[in-house]
Antibody
Framework: EVQLVESGGGLVKPGGSLRLSCAASGFTFSSYAMHWVRQAPGKGLEWVSSISSTSTYIYYTDSVKGRFTISRDNPNFSLYLQMSSLTAEDTALYYCARAPTRVAAPDYWGQGTLVAVSS | QSALTQPASVSGSPGQSITISCTGT?????????VSWFQHHPGKAPKLMVF???YRPSGVSDRFSGSKSGNTASLAISGLQAEDEADYYCTSYTTNNTWVFGGGTKVTVL
């Protein structure tokens, strides 16, 4: 069974940093591209970042460029999102999701981890 | 990258058919057939309903169908059921190698 379990969310002060993790199981992690997608309270889904299966291709939405870093550890079936210079606008439920290819939409999603940025 | 445009809400009675539109630009929907639709029940993980404009993943009911014309994609739901009540999001790959979502459509079964 495909499972994606996010962790690392929490309450952080503006300007602070946080590292999200996503533990994958039930599929060949190294064969899939991965995404981070977020949903702010009362808002819609927003794509954040994606990374290809071998980390060759990495992309970010404009609002997080220079502040967020996506990475993966294929032998350990893990995806990460290092977030820094956090603002209130980054408050959201963060989902990790897998995609069959670099240009394919995510086909399985985790349940999300909540990040709250507040003083 | 601006969000794709979806109607905020669509409603229908059980058994009826509804259509949700998703309008983008020549930089996203108009450039690729990489349009997907997700169903999202609050508190649950989003579920892929349609990918590459009109293909359904295994296990998704054939009551759901997708199409595209120019810069606009559509999701049709036929034989509306109570369990279809959820938020629906479209998404498209873009010419910047990024993804953009629509604002979401709340489907209500009357």
């Amino acid at each position: 069974e495909v499972q994606l379990v996010e962790s690392g969310g929490g309450l952080v002060k503006p300007g602070g940093s946080l590292r999200l993790s996503c533990a994958a199981s039930g599929f060949t992690f190294s064969s899939y591209a991965m995404h981070w997608v977020r949903q702010a309270p009362g808002k819609g889904l927003e794509w954040v970042s994606s990374i290809s299966s071998t980390s060759t291709y990495i992309y970010y939405t404009d609002s997080v460029k220079g502040r967020f870093t996506i990475s993966r550890d294929n032998p350990n079936f893990s995806l990460y999102l290092q977030m820094s210079s956090l603002t209130a606008e980054d408050t959201a439920l963060y989902y990790c999701a897998r995609a069959p290819t670099r240009v394919a939409a995510p086909d399985y999603w985790g349940q999300g981890t909540l990040v709250a940025v507040s003083s | 990258q601006s969000a794709l445009t979806q109607p905020a809400s669509v409603s229908g009675s059980p058994g009826q058919s509804i259509t949700i539109s998703c309008t983008g630009t020549s930089s996203d929907i108009g450039s690729y057939n990489y349009v997907s639709w997700f169903q999202h029940h609050p508190g649950k993980a989003p579920k892929l309903m349609v990918f590459d404009v009109s293909y359904r993943p295994s296990g998704v009911s054939d009551r759901f169908s997708g199409s595209k014309s120019g810069n606009t994609a559509s999701l049709a739901i036929s034989g509306l059921q109570a369990e279809d009540e959820a938020d629906y999001y479209c998404t498209s790959y873009t010419t910047n190698n990024t993804w953009v979502f629509g604002g979401g459509t709340k489907v209500t079964v009357l």
